[in-house]
């Protein structure tokens, strides 16, 4: 009859065959993105590694003003906050003199750069007059000539006052001409300040419609959040476009509530709310219901990149200012290849005194120590390559510090646990019951220290901000993994050594010798059997015992032989 397996066994199989499955799913994600993606087996490299695109931004300001500091500090934290909502792309966003200097790793695509240079300033103003964007007209000899430059001195009151946003006395008979000769193919600039409590004229982004729209109802600065997602039917299915769905708060939401409520009642297109930014009409939906819960949706032909783009920008707010691009240029690494091998070089020396170490303390069971390092890079490799894919991360000469500094943080563990057992060992147990005792008693310590490390890492990246936001975002993604290799290989590793004759023997090379140990007793009321040792080696073994004492077994220890001596002395009297 074939023996069973133990409880411990089963488990440890368990365990390292989630393992398995953990890292083959890992892999192949990666593998899947460098097939059907753009991803790459490499992971991506920061500024100081690989160098990138450098934008200088410029203030748009009349002649004779000046941008104040407050406006020029409150544009770079905006600017950062968009770049980084894309994930830890070490970008670097300064000031120069005037200037916003941002830089980017890599080549800046043309999302990346919208996200950076638009202003974002949302408007919600209600159409007046919508027609197709032509602005010539064909004269009287039949040919077709542009509509001609308003006159002066057409008026530009409104015959009667308006008497909302929707009023078509809104409408002069100037703003008609200038309605007539306005071309779609140079549209009012983004940097443009437009007026708030005057009608204006716009046109699609795409130039396929012009619109007279009437003065700004909802500002987009009464939007409390932002985010992209899939259009979905009220039966809950998808449509398969992308929208960009808008929270308004308190004051936004009564605002939106009682213009839709207007506009619900008219006719097309004056039920139509334009939605309006930086001066382009990026959509103009009609109202067919009145929204109360200051919940809308903006629709376009948007992709998932622009629409991220779009709620990031409306998310984080509009620029103070509005900027153009002085230059682009690409930059070369601050640090470069030299700089990288010196940190890798520096990495693997560490892992190789780690493993002397280890080899020289723990005998052949450092070698335990070793695989599990290298199953912590393997993941940890992984796990930074498609957070490189995915979410913009990138690893910088920082990060590289993290990952090196995240090797000693992981032996740690592994020595606890060591020692723990080689404590149990000491106390007489057999090196099964010792794997699992000293599991319980370790297991505690190495959750303790791992969530100091995760609390410290996670505060650094939230106050923290360029390569000190990189380190701290790889050593809070390094102690995942160390607590997940401690769980799923390296106590699972040892349940399957203990049933091993060579470890479970306490043969002098494991590193777990109850002799060398110190240990006096062994198993259920059976002291070990004296044996003559050599008395350099038996004090050896005394120091050695002595020295993996507890405080309490020491201060118990010192008790003990207080007692004796008291007694002692008593009998002599």
């Not at 993604?477 to 050594?497: E, K, Y």
């Amino acid at each position: 009859m074939a023996k069973s397996k133990s409880t411990p066994i089963r488990r440890a199989s368990r365990s390292l065959v989630w393992l398995g499955v953990i890292t083959l799913a890992l892999f192949g994600i990666l593998a899947g993105g460098v097939i059907w993606g753009n991803a790459t087996w490499a992971p991506k490299l920061a500024l100081d590694l690989e160098g990138g695109t450098q934008i200088i931004l410029q203030p748009n300001v009349e002649s004779g003003e000046s941008v104040s500091t407050e406006q020029l500090n409150q544009a770079v934290g905006i600017i950062r906050q968009r770049v980084d909502a894309s994930g830890v792309s070490e970008a670097e966003v300064n000031t120069e003199g005037s200037n916003v200097v941002v830089t980017i790793p890599g080549e800046a695509d043309e999302e990346t750069r919208n996200r950076i240079e638009a202003s974002a300033k949302l408007e919600f103003r209600p159409v007046l007059v919508a027609s197709q964007p032509a602005n010539t007209f064909v004269g009287e000899d039949g040919n077709e000539t542009p509509y001609p430059t308003p006159d002066p001195a057409l008026p530009d009151t409104p015959a009667t006052e308006p008497t909302d946003a929707s009023d078509l006395a809104w409408v002069t008979e100037k703003l008609q001409a200038e309605f007539q000769a306005f071309d779609c193919a140079a549209p009012v600039e983004a940097g443009t300040v437009q007026p708030a409590d005057k009608p204006v004229i716009a046109c699609e982004v795409d130039g396929s419609v012009k619109y007279v729209l009437g003065p700004v109802e909802v500002e987009g600065s009464k939007i409390s959040d932002a985010t992209n997602g899939m259009q979905t039917t009220q039966t809950g299915a998808t449509t398969g476009a992308w929208v960009v769905n808008l929270e308004f708060d308190g004051e936004g939401t009564k605002q939106f509530a009682a213009v839709t409520q207007r506009l619900n009642a008219l006719q097309s297109p004056q039920n139509q709310f334009a939605i309006v930014l930086d001066n382009q009409v990026i959509s103009a939906p009609q109202t067919n219901a009145v929204i109360a819960d200051g919940n809308a949706e903006i629709s376009g032909n948007f992709t998932q990149e622009s629409s991220k783009s779009l709620a990031d920008q409306l998310k984080y707010g509009a620029l103070p200012i509005s900027f153009q691009v002085q230059s682009s240029d690409q930059i070369s690494a601050t640090l470069g290849s030299a700089q990288l091998q010196i940190g890798i070089i520096a990495g693997i020396i560490g892992l190789i005194l780690v493993a002397i170490y280890t080899l020289f303390q723990y005998r052949l069971l450092g070698l335990v120590t070793i695989a599990s390092l290298v199953v912590a890079g393997v993941l940890t490799y992984l796990v930074i390559a498609i957070l490189s894919w995915r979410n913009g991360y990138r690893l910088s000469l920082a990060g590289v510090a993290g990952l090196i500094v995240a090797i000693g943080f992981t032996a740690d563990s592994f020595i606890v646990y060591f020692e723990r057992i080689r404590d149990e060992l000491r106390n007489g147990r057999g090196l099964e019951s010792a794997v699992e005792a000293g599991w319980k008693r370790a297991k505690r310590t190495i959750y303790a220290s791992k969530g100091v490390n995760l609390l410290a890492a996670v505060v650094l990246y939230a106050v923290a901000v360029g390569n000190v936001k990189g380190f701290a975002f790889t050593l809070g993604v390094t102690t995942i993994i160390d607590v997940l290799v401690v769980l799923l290989f390296t106590h699972p590793a040892l349940q399957v050594l203990a049933q091993t004759r060579f470890f479970s023997s306490g043969h002098p090379l494991s590193g777990l010798d109850p002799n060398a140990l110190g240990a006096v007793y062994r198993g259920r009321a059976q002291f070990r059997a004296p044996q003559a040792a050599v008395a350099g080696k038996t004090t050896k073994s005394s120091r050695e015992a002595a020295k993996r004492q507890t405080i309490a077994e020491r201060k118990q220890a010192e008790l003990v032989a207080a007692g004796a001596g008291k007694k002692s002395e008593e009998k002599k009297s």
